[in-house]
């Protein structure tokens, strides 16, 4: 699942920050998903944007064992350039629930320091993989990626919170079953403003979704819930 929130004129960040965009209400409902989950992922530029931190509060902790979950889900960054600053932003940083995911090109000195600080797993690409252009900068591969959390990890829920860029790679590749998409009753302009997506124009077998499973409004915020 795909969990992300948006201006009502398509801005998911300020100042590469989404953090300011939702309320407490939204930031609850993260929290609600996160409780559900095997594991929670971002992209690199995610962490490098703002701190933030991947865990669940004590009281959803001890739900979700009394469930028979891991008190915590599993917290996973992909990145492509090993560029993750884990000790300044990742709050709450606990090694031994940190998996990164690498790509085949992430400098190996990136790869020494980070499995200091987490499990590092290196991706590999598959040959028929499109080569990187600055519309489509991912370097981890999607497919492979999802595998290796299903058969190392055990991962059989994904939440996934941008970036724009990793969603992006999800939904070309038809790998995100459901959108959580809140709206916030916010304009905020501004050309370099990310989207909830950034990426090549999405093929028509991909872009179009028509199942919209669930609406809520709260306090003149729309949450919306899609099946994809």
């Not at 009281?59 to 979950?69: H, I, K, N, V, Y």
């Not at 200091?116 to 370097?139: D, F, I």
């Not at 996934?160 to 959580?180: K, Q």
């Not at 709206?183 to 989207?195: A, H, Q």
Request: glycine residues 8%.
């Amino acid at each position: 699942m795909i969990n992300m929130v948006s201006s009502l004129d398509g801005k998911a960040a300020v100042e590469g920050k989404a953090g300011s965009i939702g309320s407490s209400i939204d930031r609850t409902i993260m929290r609600t998903l996160r409780a559900q989950v095997d594991a929670v992922m971002i992209g690199a530029g995610t962490l490098r944007a703002e701190r933030l931190r991947l865990d669940v509060p004590e009281d959803l902790a001890s739900a979700r064992a009394s469930r028979g979950l891991e008190p915590q889900p599993l917290a996973v960054i992909a990145t492509s350039s090993g560029n993750i600053p884990l000790r300044e932003n990742l709050l709450g940083l606990s090694p031994d629930n940190l998996v990164v995911l690498a790509a085949s090109e992430t400098p190996k000195d990136s790869l020494s320091a980070l499995s200091r600080l987490a499990t590092v797993e290196v991706v590999p690409k598959r040959a028929e993989t499109e080569a990187v252009t600055e519309e489509a900068p991912v370097l981890v591969d999607p497919v492979f990626a999802l595998e290796v959390l299903k058969v190392r990890y055990g991962v059989g829920v994904l939440l996934v919170e941008g970036g724009p860029a990793l969603n992006h790679a999800l939904i070309s590749s038809n790998l995100a079953d459901e959108l959580f998409l809140t709206l916030s009753p916010r304009l905020l302009g501004g050309v370099e403003s990310r989207t909830m997506l950034e990426g090549p124009i999405l093929p028509a077998t991909v872009s179009q979704v028509r199942n919209l499973t669930s609406i809520y409004l709260a306090d003149d915020e729309l949450f919306l819930r899609y099946a994809l």
